[in-house]
């Protein structure tokens, strides 16, 4: 039996239901010590995130040590008020949602990187070809279909963005990258060329992925035949962020 009035348990299981959360979603577990209550909470659906207080018998004060924190992975807090205890467990559980929240996201963008790389790699393998320049008929070529991606980046940035302002923002930022692809298409080596458009259809995809999952599909055929083998359709829509509802399902995944 913990040596904890039954008001003051009470208080700690109020603490732990909120918005998101239900008691049922907590093991609770308290061990009488000589001189403190030992106090754990553990979030059962992901168990590395738990709350550990000790609750002193004689001297009316709290410690309390949690994961995550807010900045740091653990966070410890000393010589507190029983009020300073109370609220460090809701901290703790606001830290919980949000960091169960991120993740789905942050791995997808982890395997963004990991995509990224794997592409670049096998753009690298290209053999001679990949060190050659474009002829001027591939360069005129490659040049018209960067026109035909810009214009639809820029239609779908005009009827996706209704801030005025950041919609200048956007369709000069394009301009000038898809800019840079027309001059490095006259003085970069195919391989290296392929690099440049990599990076910045990868930005694109970060930056707009609402705007991007719609045309990634159609960048990818304005790549030329060689490298078009190289980046699979599979491998472009890994790159492709998750949408809400896929978050929602990742989170839920997570439970």
Known sequence: MSNLTETFIREIEHSLIGEHFFLEDFIIKTVDYTNFVGLDIQYIYL?????????????????AEFIPGKVTLTVKKENLSKYEFLSAIREWLT?????MTRTPIE???KK???????????????????????????????????????DLLKNEII???????LQKRDLD????????????????????WFLSF???LFNWIKRNPDMTRRVAGFSRELLPDEVKNIVSQEALDQLLPPSNLEIAAGSENEL
Do not use: C
């Open 159 to 165: 009827e996706n963005q209704e801030n005025k302002q």
């Open 47 to 63: 168990p590395q995130y738990k709350f550990e207080g000790r609750i002193f018998k004689d001297q009316g004060k709290f410690h």
């Open 112 to 150: 963004h990187d990991e995509i990224l790389k794997s592409w670049q790699e096998k753009i690298h393998s290209m053999g001679e070809e990949g060190d050659h320049f474009f002829t001027k008929e591939e360069g005129e070529a490659l040049r018209k279909k960067l026109n035909e991606l810009e």
């Open 107 to 109: 791995r997808k963008v």
């Open 95 to 99: 830290n919980t949602y949000s960091e």
């Open 198 to 200: 990599s990076v910045r």
């Open 173 to 192: 930022k394009l301009q000038n990258e898809v800019n840079t692809l027309r001059e490095h298409s006259k003085v970069l080596s195919k391989k290296n």
